[in-house]
Antibody
Framework: QFQLVESGGGVVPPGGSLRLSCAAS????????MHWVRQSPGKGLEWVAF????????NYPDSVKGRFTISRDNSKNTLFLQMNSLRAEDTAVYYC??????????????WGQGTLVTVFS | DIQMTQSPSSLSASVGDRVTITCRAS??????LNWYQQKPGEAPKLLIY???SLHTGVPSRFSGSGSGTEFTLTISSLQPEDFATYYC?????????FGQGTKVEIK
């Protein structure tokens, strides 16, 4: 069974940085594209980053481009999200999610339980 | 960015009811549309992808249809475990965008 476990969330002041991790198991991690999706408290879902299975392609929405960096270590079955210059509006639960294929189909067929990031001064 | 608008934002229904949720896109894109279910305190789960393909393990009472700018998710006979919030998502053009959600509550 696919399993994704996020960690690294916490409270950080505006302008600060945080690095999220997502440990994957139960599937061949190196064969699949991976995503980060966030959900603000009581709000809807926002896709924030994608990385191809071989890390040769990455995508971000304008809201985080230049501030967030997605990466992966296929030898350790782990996905990362480096978040810099954090703002209050980045406060959310951050989920890692597996793509249905190796590219960026956008079909998110397995999700972690999420980790909460709070940007607060 | 492509805007996704769901209707209604919430609905009340009884067990056994047929429920339909609509998702409209700000531009046309064939069948690049997915549906997710989210229960309180849990992560979303993929129900339907490519507008009408049922994801593995999803009960057959769920179905999806539509293309272009209007899509629907139908639950043919609502079950107690189906009370949740449902989101549509377009995967035609990045950034992938979601609808605002439709909360299905017990009547």
């Amino acid at each position: 069974q696919f399993q994704l476990v996020e960690s690294g969330g916490g409270v950080v002041p505006p302008g600060g940085s945080l690095r999220l991790s997502c440990a994957a198991s139960g599937f061949t991690f190196s064969s699949y594209g991976m995503h980060w999706v966030r959900q603000s408290p009581g709000k809807g879902l926002e896709w924030v980053a994608f990385i191809r299975h071989d890390a040769n392609n990455k995508n971000y929405p304008d809201s985080v481009k230049g501030r967030f960096t997605i990466s992966r270590d296929n030898s350790k079955n782990t996905l990362f999200l480096q978040m810099n210059s954090l703002r209050a509006e980045d406060t959310a639960v951050y989920y890692c999610a597996k793509d249905l294929d190796g590219g960026n189909s956008g079909y998110l067929d397995s999700w972690g339980q999420g980790t909460l990031v709070t940007v607060f001064s | 960015d492509i805007q996704m608008t769901q209707s209604p934002s919430s609905l009340s229904a009884s067990v056994g009811d047929r429920v339909t949720i609509t998702c409209r896109a700000s531009q046309s894109f064939d069948t690049y549309l997915n549906w997710y279910q989210q229960k309180p305190g849990e992560a979303p789960k993929l129900l339907i992808y490519a507008a009408s393909s049922l994801h593995t393990g999803v009960p057959s009472r769920f179905s999806g249809s539509g293309s272009g700018t209007e899509f629907t998710l139908t639950i043919s006979s609502l079950q107690p475990e189906d009370f949740a919030t449902y989101y549509c998502q377009q995967t035609y053009r990045t950034p992938w965008t979601f609808g605002q959600g439709t909360k299905v509550e017990i009547k």
